[in-house]
């Protein structure tokens, strides 16, 4: 298991730069992400700022949503959000 991150904010901001790598590989807007996972546009974004910490419901989804893994979302690598084929980022790296 990954080391723990020193604090919320870390762990908030890793979440964040993941999904919007992520959702650019799939040039996807964030509206197009807040209707795939169930969740409103404004909080995509409050996401993507560091803004909001996540309920473990909203990152199930947004993962699926992303075609990803909670895991990856949490952990990366974020390498693996552009340089693997949608839906396998954990495979490189």
């Known amino acids: 298991m990954p080391d ?3 604090s919320e904010a870390v762990l908030r901001h890793q979440v964040s730069r993941r999904l919007r790598l ?3 590989w ?3 807007t964030q509206a197009d992400l807040a209707q ?3 969740v409103t546009r404004n909080f995509v974004s409050a996401i993507e700022r560091s803004a909001q910490g996540l ?3 909203r990152l ?3 993962a699926e949503a992303l075609d990803t893994t909670v ?3 949490l952990y990366g690598p974020d390498s693996a959000a552009v340089s693997s084929a ?3 980022p954990e495979s490189s790296g």
Do not use: V
């Open 4 to 6: 723990r991150p020193e």
């Open 22 to 24: 992520r959702r650019s």
């Open 26 to 28: 799939f040039e996807l």
């Open 36 to 38: 795939r996972a169930g």
């Open 55 to 57: 309920d473990a419901w």
């Open 60 to 62: 199930w989804a947004l």
């Open 71 to 73: 895991d990856w979302l």
């Open 86 to 88: 949608p839906g396998t």
